[in-house]
């Protein structure tokens, strides 16, 4: 957590130190005219969004049920850029948490965004009060644990993006301890239910954490006329030290504009190596795969 506070605090120096010399190189600019309004050097956009499932690279975080979120995004004229979200998740996918996700992603965008555009940033996630309390992280020949650990979810990234016009790819390197809770103790339970030699296996590697998982993400926004446009999204996940939780996600729909709501309909889920740790089980005994390609419907609202 410490060391997260610190690249996220390190990526917020930068950016200040780019908005300062920027507008210290930039020339005075003239006053304005009484008449003539002053035009602002940042903007601001909120946006609301309510969905039938909400996903995240094609995995659902709130067990195949409705969920909403709130972003709002910050831009500078110096490129210095700023992103707060909060979305809806279930405790089925997040034990104990307060079904909500906060992120907070600071950073720097340049270029052209109608052709070569590029941008560096840091990004943290939390998940309030989630967190697997003491699961074993091995057993031994008795089939008695070898040891315990408490998991929560909180996850720290660094991000590179590179893009053209409407296409845009994005890396993204996992630098907290685990990905999203994934190590040993919440990873090899998983197979317990369906496969106990590769759940034995999972577990006789020892404690294992997902430190340098990597993610890669291409998007497509292509207007097709002044109200619709067309999404399309493609990415992978390489999960540190658990094979089993590599994926190919893909997204793909339409997004059209009118009476000032954004009214959005995709089909959207993911390809994965092994299903066990893809599948969430609710307290009444229902298991559901999370990576189930599904048709999502949205309406949102820009402010």
């Given at each position: 957590m410490q060391?997260?506070?610190?690249?996220?605090?390190?990526?917020a120096?930068?950016?200040?130190?780019?908005?300062?010399?920027?507008q210290?190189?930039?020339?005075?600019?003239?006053?304005?005219?009484?008449?003539?309004?002053?035009?602002?050097?940042?903007?601001?956009?909120t946006?609301?969004?309510?969905?039938?499932?909400?996903?995240t690279?094609?995995?659902?975080d709130?067990?195949?049920?409705?969920?909403?979120?709130?972003?709002?995004?910050?831009?500078h004229?110096?490129?210095?850029?700023?992103?707060?979200?909060?979305?809806?998740?279930?405790?089925?996918?997040?034990?104990?948490?307060?079904?909500?996700?906060?992120?907070?992603?600071?950073?720097?965008?340049?270029?052209?965004p109608?052709?070569?555009?590029?941008?560096?940033?840091a990004?943290?996630?939390?998940?309030?009060r989630?967190?697997?309390?003491?699961a074993?992280?091995?057993?031994?020949?008795?089939?008695?644990?070898?040891?315990?650990?408490?998991?929560?979810?909180?996850?720290?990234?660094?991000?590179?993006?590179?893009?053209w016009?409407?296409?845009t790819?994005r890396?993204?390197?996992?630098?907290?301890r685990?990905?999203?809770?994934?190590?040993?103790?919440?990873?090899?339970?998983?197979?317990?239910?369906?496969?106990?030699?590769?759940?034995m296996?999972?577990?006789?590697?020892?404690m294992?954490?997902?430190?340098?998982?990597?993610?890669?993400?291409?998007?497509?926004?292509?207007?097709?006329?002044g109200?619709?446009?067309?999404?399309?999204?493609?990415?992978?996940?390489?999960?540190?030290?658990?094979?089993?939780?590599?994926?190919?996600?893909?997204?793909?729909?339409?997004?059209?504009?009118?009476?000032?709501?954004?009214?959005?309909?995709?089909?959207a889920?993911?390809?994965?190596?092994?299903?066990a740790?893809?599948?969430?089980?609710?307290?009444?005994?229902?298991?559901?795969?999370?990576?189930?390609?599904?048709?999502i419907?949205?309406?949102?609202?820009?402010?």
């Amino acid at each position: 957590m410490q060391n997260t506070l610190h690249l996220l605090a390190l990526a917020a120096l930068a950016g200040a130190s780019a908005l300062a010399q920027a507008q210290a190189q930039m020339p005075a600019a003239p006053t304005p005219a009484d008449d003539e309004p002053e035009i602002a050097s940042y903007s601001i956009s909120t946006t609301l969004k309510f969905s039938s499932d909400r996903k995240t690279r094609g995995i659902s975080d709130s067990f195949g049920r409705p969920g909403a979120e709130l972003t709002v995004e910050l831009a500078h004229e110096s490129g210095l850029i700023g992103q707060f979200q909060v979305g809806s998740i279930s405790r089925v996918n997040y034990p104990d948490s307060n079904r909500l996700n906060p992120m907070l992603a600071v950073g720097w965008r340049g270029g052209d965004p109608r052709a070569l555009h590029y941008g560096v940033a840091a990004a943290r996630e939390w998940f309030p009060r989630a967190r697997v309390v003491g699961a074993p992280t091995g057993f031994d020949e008795n089939f008695d644990p070898t040891g315990v650990a408490n998991t929560g979810f909180h996850t720290s990234y660094l991000v590179g993006e590179l893009g053209w016009g409407y296409l845009t790819a994005r890396y993204l390197h996992v630098v907290s301890r685990d990905f999203r809770g994934a190590n040993s103790s919440t990873i090899c339970p998983s197979y317990l239910a369906s496969d106990m030699a590769a759940a034995m296996d999972c577990y006789g590697q020892g404690m294992r954490h997902s430190r340098g998982t990597q993610l890669l993400d291409l998007d497509l926004a292509y207007p097709i006329n002044g109200s619709t446009k067309l999404i399309g999204h493609l990415g992978w996940q390489k999960v540190r030290n658990f094979r089993g939780m590599d994926t190919v996600d893909y997204r793909l729909g339409l997004e059209h504009t009118r009476w000032g709501f954004i009214f959005g309909a995709e089909a959207a889920g993911a390809t994965v190596r092994d299903s066990a740790p893809f599948v969430a089980v609710d307290a009444g005994g229902t298991a559901r795969r999370m990576d189930k390609t599904r048709l999502i419907l949205s309406i949102a609202k820009r402010f």
